[in-house]
T-cell receptor
């Protein structure tokens, strides 16, 4: 079983839609959860990180963690064409090793 | 401030050859990690170095090796290249991985795209 599972999509939404991206993880010891955005042929860019269950908001982005279900989500409100990218969830274990999901490809259509 | 830099940006090699990839971390960052990202997949952890010492190793064969220099820059070496080594190789730097309980977020470079023919 992979440490992190992520639906690869692709996901296509109209501009202004609310986008929901999700990952599940296997090890309840994982403590820190990140979301990265990766544009084509670029390195991943950190969007948000959190370490507790609940919601964390940053502008149009909300990260949600449910440790009881081992489920993490990223919501994008009022999606824009510039949000079109691949979104990667990542989890950091206590040994400071990162485990990434496979990424979800998102296209926001104007 | 400059971000993480990597060189070269692109590289073409043939099977059996050896390759060296280079990374310069963000100024003040002491930890460097290397990842392999195959097309359509998420990055896979290869190595982490901190203060010139290996602090973590992923599930990669011994053909992969790395080192970190006193200025915290790093090199990743891959010997006896295989077709399956074709990928984007990402370097990420972080400030310090040793503080217990700290979330040492990593900042990624643009990567080196390696094609093995």
């Amino acid at each position: 079983q992979k440490e992190v599972e992520q639906d690869p999509g692709p996901l296509s939404v109209p501009e202004g839609a609310i986008v929901s991206l999700n990952c599940t993880y296997s090890n309840s010891a994982f403590q820190y959860f990140m979301w990265y955005r990766q544009y084509s042929r670029k390195g991943p860019e950190l969007l948000m990180y959190t370490y507790s269950s609940g919601n964390k908001e940053d502008g149009r982005f909300t990260a949600q963690v449910d440790k009881s279900s081992k489920y993490i989500s990223l919501f994008i409100r009022d999606s824009q064409p510039s949000d079109s990218a691949t979104y990667l969830c990542a989890i950091l274990n206590t040994g400071n090793q990162f485990y990434f999901g496979t990424g979800t490809s998102l296209t926001v259509i104007p | 401030d400059a971000g993480v830099t990597q060189s070269p940006t692109h590289l073409i090699k043939t099977r059996g050859q050896q390759v060296t990839l280079r990374c310069s971390p963000i100024s003040g960052h002491k930890s460097v990690s290397w990842y392999q990202q195959v097309l359509g997949q998420g990055p896979q952890f290869i190595f982490q170095y901190y203060e010139k010492e290996e602090r973590g190793r992923g599930n990669f064969p011994d053909r992969f090796s790395a080192r970190q220099f006193p200025n915290y820059s790093s090199e990743l070496n891959v010997n006896a290249l295989l077709l399956g080594d074709s990928a984007l190789y990402l370097c990420a730097s972080s400030l310090d991985h040793t503080r217990a309980g700290a979330v040492e977020t990593q900042y990624f470079g643009p990567g080196t795209r390696l094609l093995v023919l």
